[in-house]
């Protein structure tokens, strides 16, 4: 199972960038994918996950109506669309497997329900 997170980069305040995770080895139809980052002193935080099948989608509050999760099948790529970007949002973001293929409320953002986890992209977000 590998899984490749890319497209970080430096952004001014209210830029965007998109980061992609191509996986392999596994059958990307099957599962969910979620991104997570983390901060420097801070612990991994949930962003989104996007179910297998049906297209499923969460995110976390501070995300929401800025970032768009979406996947592409054929490519087994999953994206995480970044827009109206914050300081605050400057990370290491990484992709992961979900341990399944349809994530519940309450349980996407858990890191455990994760079993394999890509290397990570930087995301920083400065004038």
């Known amino acids: 199972v590998q899984l490749q997170a890319s497209g970080g980069g430096l952004v001014q305040p209210g830029g965007s960038l998109r980061l992609s995770c191509a996986a392999s080895?596994?059958?990307?139809?099957?599962?969910?994918i979620g991104w997570f980052r983390q901060a420097p002193g801070k612990g991994r935080e949930g962003v989104s996950s996007i179910s297998s099948s049906f297209g499923r989608k969460f995110y976390a509050v501070s995300v929401k109506g800025r970032f768009t999760v979406s996947r592409d099948n054929a490519k087994d790529t999953v994206y995480l669309q970044m827009n109206s970007l914050k300081p605050e949002d400057t990370a290491v973001y990484y992709c992961?497997?979900?341990?399944?293929?349809?994530?519940?409320?309450?349980?996407?953002?858990?890191?455990?329900?994760?079993?394999?986890w890509g290397q990570g992209t930087q995301v920083t977000v400065s004038s």
């Open positions: 992961a497997r979900f341990s399944g293929s349809n994530p519940i409320a309450g349980m996407w953002a858990v890191p455990s329900q994760y079993d394999s």
């Open positions: 080895g596994f059958n990307f139809d099957n599962y969910a």
